[in-house]
């Protein structure tokens, strides 16, 4: 399969603990985009990657949360500190060039305790 | 069945029918407009895009509508089967912001048998 794959798909931790996130991007892609979505609602823009280059972040993400894309291949999402509003669902996407199409994976699902 | 853009966030269809789902976006800038489909538990799956220099754009069982004028988007899906049963998202990407996606509240569509 050559989709955008993300791993773990679901992660559960108690409050305060530190998690990362791993996706995959489909291999010729270029762009690399982490996106957050909350129940019923749309997926919020987080942060997104040129190749290994971090070129725009949200106010969304705040100062525990920080992305890494360091060989322009696969990106980590970390989080520090998980608060319970940190619970989510996390998706990463990747698309050849700007105005072309995001893929996206099927996200990590993260519950916070 | 038509909705109205996305104050009615469900529609409800019988199989075989037309579905209409519409969309207003928000920014007159915005170049670039992707429709996905998201079923439970998994990420979204692109349907069809177009861009502002198009007004239509035709793809399998879908077609998709772009009025600048009133900023406006709309998707129809012909013949409306169970498997459409989903929840359905139009994303604008303003070019000139690096081609983060900003998604609308999304219209679940519902098919009966």
């Known amino acids: 399969d050559t989709g955008v794959s993300q791993d773990p798909r679901h992660k559960i931790t108690k409050r305060g603990q530190n998690v990362t996130f791993r996706c995959d991007p489909i291999?010729?892609?270029?762009?690399l985009y982490w996106y957050r979505q909350t129940l019923g609602q749309g997926p919020e823009f987080l942060t997104y990657?040129?190749?290994?280059?971090?070129?725009?972040k949200s106010r969304l993400l705040s100062d525990r949360f920080s992305a890494e894309r360091p060989k322009g291949s696969f990106s980590t999402l970390e989080i520090q500190r998980t608060e319970q509003g940190d619970s989510a669902m996390y998706l990463c996407?990747?698309?050849?060039?700007?105005?072309?199409?995001?893929?996206f994976g099927d996200g990590t699902r993260l519950s916070i305790l | 069945g038509e909705s109205v853009g996305l104050h009615l966030p469900t529609l409800s269809v019988q199989e075989g029918d037309n579905s209409i789902i519409n969309c207003a976006y928000s920014?007159?800038?915005?170049?670039?407009f992707i429709w996905y489909k998201q079923e439970s538990g998994k990420g979204p799956q692109f349907i069809i895009d177009?861009?502002?220099?198009?007004d239509k754009r035709q793809g399998q069982r879908v077609t998709v509508l772009l009025n600048k004028t009133v900023k406006h988007l709309s998707l129809q899906i012909a013949a409306t089967q169970p498997g459409d049963s989903a929840v359905y998202f139009c994303?604008?990407?303003?070019?000139?912001?690096?081609?983060?996606?900003?998604f609308g509240q999304g219209t679940e569509l519902s098919v009966k048998p």
């Open positions: 996407a990747s698309s050849l060039e700007n105005r072309s199409p995001q893929h």
């Open positions: 291999s010729e892609h270029n762009r």
């Open positions: 990657f040129q190749n290994e280059a971090q070129l725009e």
């Open positions: 920014n007159s800038a915005s170049d670039y």
């Open positions: 177009i861009r502002s220099n198009m």
């Open positions: 994303a604008e990407n303003r070019g000139n912001q690096g081609g983060k996606l900003i």
